[in-house]
Nanobody
Framework: QVQLVESGGGLVQAGDSLRLSCAASERTFAGFAMGWFRQAPGKERALLAAISPAGGTTYYVDSVKGRFTISRDNAKKTVSLQMNSLKPEDTAVYYC??????????????????WGQGTQVTVSS
């Protein structure tokens, strides 16, 4: 069982930056691909970014490319999401999640079996 705890959310203004972190309890953290998702009010939860177990491969959805950066530190069992140039439409609850890594072309679309509790990000205009 992997326990994930997000932190770093808050209220910021448009154009500001925010860094989210996710700490894992599992010592086999390095074997999982990790993803960051968000869910805005009235919308489905959606994948934003993902990173392979060793950190060498990343995936971003088009809406955050160039603004968000996912990274991980396997020694510290953490995964982070650096968010720059935030927009009001980035307002959502942000979740980190873990999935077994398949290595296929669509590895980031794996079944994410472990989830954090979420952290609220609110961007004011």
């Amino acid at each position: 069982q992997v326990q994930l705890v997000e932190s770093g959310g808050g209220l910021v203004q448009a154009g500001d930056s925010l860094r989210l972190s996710c700490a894992a309890s599992e010592r086999t953290f390095a074997g999982f691909a990790m993803g960051w998702f968000r869910q805005a009010p009235g919308k489905e939860r959606a994948l934003l970014a993902a990173i392979s177990p060793a950190g060498g491969t990343t995936y971003y959805v088009d809406s955050v490319k160039g603004r968000f950066t996912i990274s991980r530190d396997n020694a510290k069992k953490t995964v982070s999401l650096q968010m720059n140039s935030l927009k009001p439409e980035d307002t959502a609850v942000y979740y980190c999640a873990a999935t077994d890594y398949t290595g296929g072309r669509t590895w980031y679309l794996g079944e994410y079996a472990y989830w954090g509790q979420g952290t609220q990000v609110t961007v004011s205009s």
